[in-house]
């Protein structure tokens, strides 16, 4: 069945494909938007994952950080975010949790013993937005190469000693420089390592890239509505700009002149656009195209929604849970524990304890509860485990490493606090515990994410090198492939990656620059 033609058809509903849709709808193009689900969204979801239990959870993604301000305005999205009211609290797992540090204000660096370390650890982040800030802009604009970018950051000593830090060298060695307290650098550390299987001294420089982009958008924020209302939010946006969304397409075949080919309710259907944006991994489109797949990085993450009667006691008896909640909750995040976890993981081994870190969406956006369970003091927490690389669960019982996984972020939980999780567990209707756990093997069969990476691939740095080409529209702005008529809108973009709208944004900018 073949259908009209149109000027863009975008391949995958999540945020980025939504962003894309809206833009380009808002300029006067025909864009039809592919999503296999039956919904939009991707990854940026809410969902009520528990049978019976009236909370709405974001089930994949967790917090916004990227998403520029400048995108939400143009497009006219009802985007709300709230401010969480503390940085993060660390247990110190030396005690059992019975002191930790909290980044406030307060900030209690003297509690863990690292009083002398505060002045450093300030000093860091202030270097960083010395590159960060003046990064951030560029984003939104065609790839800079990385001498312009230096130039662009390096204007005096101090901002060229930043780059270098941050840019040129492992990232290991300026927090080793900064700070000596094991737990502070540990904290410094993690932001390094989310969604990367990485040591901090790589020569590599994945883990410099990691940290760059956990950075560079200032505060990670609670959406209002959770993850659903951010893409919804979207989603409403294209189409009051005129864009055309279809769930429950599943595009089997794509085309480099601009061919696409899906399935809706069994029947094939095909679609032909001058240009067709994917908002799918590189290694999903080769399989589309019917070409090799790339070489890509897995994923290195496990997420553990959990619902709870009340937020737990903790050994600390100097913070209350509400503040070491209000943040991020790193457990067993230490500097060496780090390290230790990366060569268990290496080696084929869950970690132990294994590294995670804890969001308490309930606490800055109550309104994801129904009433009673707000009038009863029930909270959501999000685990997120680090060093649980593909390779711990690919080729095994998807089951029964799911359930191993699990009670290793629980243990790690169970380290530092004052009363075992499962006992403040809310059940659902069925009478089963309110825990939900999704791995790399989770992401990469239900939302098509490449071996569970949630960048779609490794991540790359915000600037182009030197000598790429950059003779293109889809080239200057990061989003090219192969064939001129097909470029990537999603995480897969040179500065994909996280709940930003970006990759969606730079795709639209270039259909409009080569149009």
């Not at 999540?14 to 990854?43: F, P, S």
């Not at 980044?103 to 590159?131: H, N």
């Not at 040591?199 to 209002?224: A, F, K, M």
């Not at 929604?305 to 067993?332: S, W």
Request: hydrophobic share 40%; glycine share 10%.
């Amino acid at each position: 069945m073949a259908e009209r033609a149109h000027d863009v058809v975008i391949v995958g509903g999540g945020h980025n494909g939504l962003t894309a849709a809206a833009y380009l709808a808002r300029a006067g193009l025909r864009v039809t938007v592919l999503e296999r689900q039956d919904h939009v969204g991707g990854a940026a979801v809410s969902a009520r994952a528990f049978a019976g239990v009236d909370a709405r959870l974001s089930r994949y993604s967790y917090l916004v950080s990227l998403l520029p301000t400048r995108i939400v305005e143009d497009l006219g999205a009802d985007v709300r975010l709230a401010r969480r009211k503390f940085s993060s609290y660390t247990p110190d797992p030396a005690t059992g949790g019975r002191r930790g540090l909290l980044i406030g204000p307060p900030s209690t660096f003297a509690a863990v013993g690292a009083a002398a370390d505060e002045a450093g650890f300030d000093l860091f982040y202030q270097r960083t937005r010395l590159v960060t800030e003046r990064l951030w802009p560029t984003l939104l604009q065609p790839l800079p190469t990385r001498a312009a970018a230096r130039r662009l950051v390096a204007e005096d000593p101090d901002s060229a000693a930043a780059w270098h830090a941050l840019i040129e060298e492992p990232i290991g060695t300026a927090i080793t420089a900064a700070v000596r307290n094991d737990l502070v650098r540990g904290v410094m550390a993690t932001d390094a390592l989310i969604g990367t299987f990485a040591r901090l001294d790589e020569q590599s420089l994945t883990q410099n890239i990691c940290l760059l982009y956990h950075l560079i958008g200032g505060d990670w924020d609670v959406p209002i509505g959770g993850m659903g209302a951010v893409t919804g939010a979207l989603a409403a946006a294209a189409t009051d700009h005129g864009a055309e969304i279809v769930t429950g397409a599943d595009v089997y075949r794509v085309h480099p002149d601009g061919s696409v080919h899906y399935r809706v309710d069994g029947q094939s259907r095909s679609a032909h656009a001058r240009f067709v944006l994917v908002n799918v991994t590189p290694t999903v489109l080769a399989g589309l195209l019917g070409e090799p797949a790339p070489v890509s990085a897995p994923g290195a993450q496990l997420k553990v929604n959990l619902l709870l009667k009340r937020l737990p006691r903790l050994h600390d008896q100097t913070v209350a849970p509400e503040q070491a909640f209000g943040g991020t909750f790193h457990i067993n995040e230490t500097w060496s524990q780090l390290d230790t976890a990366y060569t268990r993981a290496a080696d084929g081994a869950i970690p132990d304890p294994l590294p995670c870190e804890i969001y308490c969406h309930s606490l800055s956006d109550p309104s994801i509860l129904s009433p009673q369970l707000r009038a009863a003091g029930a909270q959501t927490l999000t685990v997120f485990g680090l060093h649980t690389p593909h390779a711990l669960v690919s080729g095994r019982d998807p089951d029964q490493i799911r359930e191993q996984l699990t009670e290793a972020a629980l243990a790690s939980l169970n380290s530092v606090l004052a009363e075992p999780i499962q006992e403040l567990l809310l059940t659902d209707r069925d009478g089963r515990p309110c825990v939900e756990t999704k791995t790399t093997a989770d992401l990469e069969g239900t939302l098509a994410m490449t071996a569970g990476n949630i960048f779609h691939g490794g991540l790359s740095w915000p600037f182009a090198d030197d000598d790429d080409p950059l003779d293109t529209p889809a080239r200057q702005w990061g989003v090219a492939t192969d064939h001129e008529r097909i470029l990537l809108c999603g995480s897969g973009s040179r500065r994909g990656g996280a709940v930003s709208g970006i990759g969606g944004h730079n795709a639209a900018m270039a259909v409009l620059a080569g149009r």
